[in-house]
């Protein structure tokens, strides 16, 4: 199935684009795609301990099922002054 994976800050940043799409096996879990984002994208692997994922506009959990064309953001935490 299909995963489209939005990237903002600085993830967008360091991957060098704002999306992704991924194909993953029809049980997948959000901790499934991280593993491959990780891969794919090593550079941003470190922010995964501090960042929000959303699922269709949602916070969830590492062990939400996705289903296929859904839409995965990842979000870092906010910072400035």
């Known amino acids: ?3 489209n994976i939005l990237l903002f800050a600085n993830l967008r940043e360091i991957a060098k684009q704002s999306s992704l799409q991924l194909d993953v096996s029809e049980t997948a879990i959000v901790s499934d795609v991280i593993d491959i984002v990780k891969k794919e ?3 941003i692997a470190p922010y995964f301990e501090s960042i929000m994922i ?5 916070y969830v959990e590492n062990s939400y099922k996705l289903n296929n064309n859904d839409e995965m953001a990842l979000i870092p935490p906010a910072s400035g002054g």
């Open 1 to 3: 199935m299909k995963i």
């Open 41 to 43: 994208i090593p550079d």
């Open 54 to 58: 959303a699922v269709n506009m949602t």
